[in-house]
């Protein structure tokens, strides 16, 4: 497996914005799917958005139009731009990979919406 780290997380006040970005150890080439996870307090971890090869992007609804994902094939990342935060946001955040067999997990950081 490839080696995803996340970072960006923090504490922001409701109806901030907070970027995420997700590093991966290796390029990105071939047939795959990213997405951005999260998992709240005593729920099941739910997807965010996915990003595919083409650069197809998803979303929930919860989140559409005030979340943005996108590939920084610079630096090699997966970012996540989210902005007007609301309290429901809070959990922490995972990048996901998944390309043939592999299935790579981050070790999540924590996103805090709050006052």
């Known amino acids: 497996q490839v080696q995803l780290v996340e970072s960006g997380g923090g504490l922001v006040q409701p109806g901030g914005p907070l970027r995420l970005s997700c590093t991966v150890s290796t390029d990105i080439f071939g047939t795959y799917i990213m997405g951005w996870h999260r998992q709240a307090p005593g729920k099941e971890r739910e997807v965010v958005s996915w990003?595919?090869?083409?650069?197809?992007?998803n979303y929930a609804d919860s989140v559409k139009g005030r979340f943005t994902v996108s590939r920084d094939n610079v630096k090699n990342t997966l970012d996540l731009q989210m902005n007007n935060l609301k309290p429901e946001d809070t959990a922490v955040y995972y990048c996901?990979?998944?390309?043939?067999?592999?299935?790579?997990w981050g070790q999540g950081t924590q996103v805090t919406v709050s006052s």
């Open positions: 996901n990979l998944r390309r043939g067999t592999e299935n790579s």
């Open positions: 990003y595919t090869t083409g650069g197809n992007t």
